[in-house]
């Protein structure tokens, strides 16, 4: 079976990280967003993929070549981007006389009984419930389980199981042509054609779907989900129990994950810190926070911070949201 990773997107939420490397590629617990999504279905048993890129859409090339070379990756160009819908309508090509195909978002780190998943004859789609339905996609279930209806962000929900952005579709010719309906001019809302239209018009044409509640889901399209899913999957993944490098004057706190070849003198690293490599850091308290790789770091005080790539940053104490190539200098002259 092949998966479908969607990642095309210019992650508007995460800027200004977004603005030198796409929304996939940015750092989560140690490592890219799109490296937990990919590990997890290879673990599960998936060695073809189709990614469908656009911004920036080289660097994931670049990335994907050099971290997985033993898989079989394809690359489909989104250009305009037109919706979920519009992007997966893209792949058709890809999957020429195949019957069954598993879609993740490329945005998304999903924690499910992947086997399961992929052993159920019938279409399923991960869900979790939720507090505030109306800002997701949601499945409205009969007294069997089965899906009557999806509806994309209602006005007024009648159901709190969102849609988490995993989907295996066990009829792959009726899923293109439910897309392709929507892209004849029945779909367009906002610029974009929905995938959960297309699923909905399969079960108008007698698809039978079922849903499926994945263990854990997070969101990393923000700057406040991505570190909540940072702090989570460190302490879901064993760093608590990591040996950490003795670096001089230095206290850490796990959970925390740091790089290679960085250098920390004189600080408290944690809890709930992902350094990238490469990574210089002295006489700072850090906590709650990702930090890329080929920074520098100062008497600095950070909390609840993203700091990018390639960085510098001297004395100051604040949350901070700060991209790659940037310098900042809060020292007295």
Known sequence: MKAIIPVAGVGSMLRPHTHTQPKALVP??????????????VEGGIREFILVIGYLGDKIEKYVAKTYPQLNVEYVLQEPRNG????IWLTQSKLAGEREVLIVLGDTIVNV?????????????????????????????????????????????????????????????LLFSSLEYLMSGNGLQASEYQLTDALM??????????????????????????LEAN????????YKNTAYPQFPGTII??????????KIQASIIGPNVAIGDNTSIRYSIIQNSIIGSFSELENAVLNQSIIGNDTSLKG??????????????????
Not at 202 to 226: H, P, R
Request: net charge positive; with cysteine.
């Open 231 to 238: 702090a989570i999957l460190l302490n879901r993944h064993g």
């Open 316 to 333: 100051m104490s604040q949350s901070l949201n700060i991209g790659d190539n940037t310098e900042i200098n809060f020292n007295r002259q």
């Open 28 to 41: 989560v617990a140690g490592k890219p967003i799109l490296a937990h999504i990919i590990d997890s279905l």
């Open 113 to 173: 009984d992947l086997p399961a998943f992929l052993a159920s004859e019938l279409s399923v789609l991960g869900v979790k419930k939720v507090d505030t339905p109306g800002s997701f996609g949601v499945a409205e279930v009969d007294a069997q389980g089965m899906i009557k209806k999806l509806v994309e962000k209602p006005k007024i929900p009648k159901s709190n199981l969102a849609l988490v952005g995993i989907y295996k579709i066990a009829d792959v010719p």
């Open 253 to 262: 706190i796990p959970p925390v994950s740091i790089g290679a070849d960085c």
């Open 84 to 87: 979920l819908g519009h992007a």
């Open 201 to 226: 018009r399969m079960i108008e044409q007698g698809a039978k779907m079922k849903t499926m509640q994945v263990i854990n889901w997070y969101d990393c399209g923000k700057k406040e989900t991505l």
